[in-house]
């Protein structure tokens, strides 16, 4: 079940794709790893969903990784008492915390501590951006604003506070009890929503306590003013252009999107690039040119994956909408250019023992063009360090831990396969000839490349590299 690309799909699972038969329909169109979004559906909906998951892994014989999200601190006005609202642009709006259902001149907004945060002057943005008030007067208990840009408003529509810190933790009481929940069903990433400072990937940390690996959404303005100590902090990043793109002016995003996807780079750290990717895919059997061109450039940038979220959650062409990605993916990789962009864009290693194997192993494939480089890895860290030089040869990720697998599923360039333990260097060079082999990645007399690290099974210790020939 070999990938012949380098570049990863992630996709959403939701009520379009909810059968066994969707899931490994999927998986064969190109699935790397299944995210569970947790905004939406029952804890019975994902345990169901994580089973189907791991039965399609065991048929398959490949892991899949299971990323879940997080809900996070997602702002909502309250009910109104005759339906929908239309508010018009010049009008006063109230915002208050009295649960009584709201109408035309107010609404509750049970969030007390954005009324601690507010000033006059800020910006509220309702329904995805689509309604803008300005904070005209506020106290402890209520705002006043002006309709800057009016609509229609519903019940329980969101709200962003873009220009404002908010004093909120990043995990909510339901976060809180679905990660309990997820973490009880081994999921493998964890998706944090609405970061705004690294000190709450540190709250998560401590919760989590290694059960998982965490990826910072990158979704609020604060987050990206900090973005070097937030990447640091995480295991990974999600560019969520959609929160994003309404906590900023669009035209910023793309300008972050690029910022975000090097400097992940840079540091090793994976990177996926997600929302609208293929939107219209929801409703038609293809995509629009700028669609596919958006998906393209992710790839080109060199980003480890790239993310459906409603096109395989609830959109009507799931299926087709991998396998468009997927397209795209190949085409792109083919591209020479694509090839003289990650060069280009390539960053000097640290100064760590690690960096210095997987420098070397950069330069031997590209001096003796090996059929794979092979990894030898418990923790991944040297599966991580390998991908973050982007060699020409595919990476073959061996190792003793299942977890680890999962958790590089969606790494670029790796091929992750579960082992078993590795008693010496000459069973090492074996097991890894025999693996090439049989996953289809080398023919005899091919020449492979392996790193690993000395003693086995002792995390981040990359120190030796190995050419082998079959």
Known sequence: MRRQRNAKIVATLGPASATVGIIRALFDAGVDMFRLNFSHGSHQQHQERIAM???VERDVGRPIGVLMDLQGPKLRVGTFAAGPIVLLSGAQFRLDLDPKPGDVDRVCLPHPEIFAALKPGTDLLLDDGKIRLEVTQCGHDFAQTRVVIGGALSERKGVNVPQVL?????????DRRDLAFGLELGVDWLALSFVQRPEDIDEARELVRGRAQIMTKLEKPAAVERLDEIIAKSDAVMVARGDL???LPAEQVPAIQKRTVRSCRAAGKPVIV??????SMVSSPVPTRAEASDVATAIYDGADAVMLSAESASGKYPVEAVQMMD?????VEKDPICRQFMEASHTPPQHTMADAI?????HVTKLMHPAAIVTYTSSGHTSLRAARERPEAPILSMTPAIGTARRLAFVWGVHSVHTHEIA?????VDYATQTALSEGFAQSKDIIVIAAGMPFATPGTTNLLRIAQL
């Not at 908010?166 to 339901?174: C, D, G």
């Not at 997600?274 to 939107?279: E, F, N, S, W």
């Not at 397209?327 to 085409?331: A, E, F, S």
């Not at 010496?424 to 090492?428: I, L, N, P, S, Y």
């Open 53 to 55: 998951i791991r039965q």
């Open 166 to 174: 908010l004093p909120l933790s990043a995990l909510t009481a339901k």
């Open 245 to 247: 793109g309404v906590e």
């Open 274 to 279: 997600a929302t609208q990717m293929l939107d």
């Open 327 to 331: 397209r795209i993916i190949l085409q």
């Open 358 to 362: 997987c420098c070397a192993l950069r």
């Open 424 to 428: 010496d260097v000459q069973e090492m």
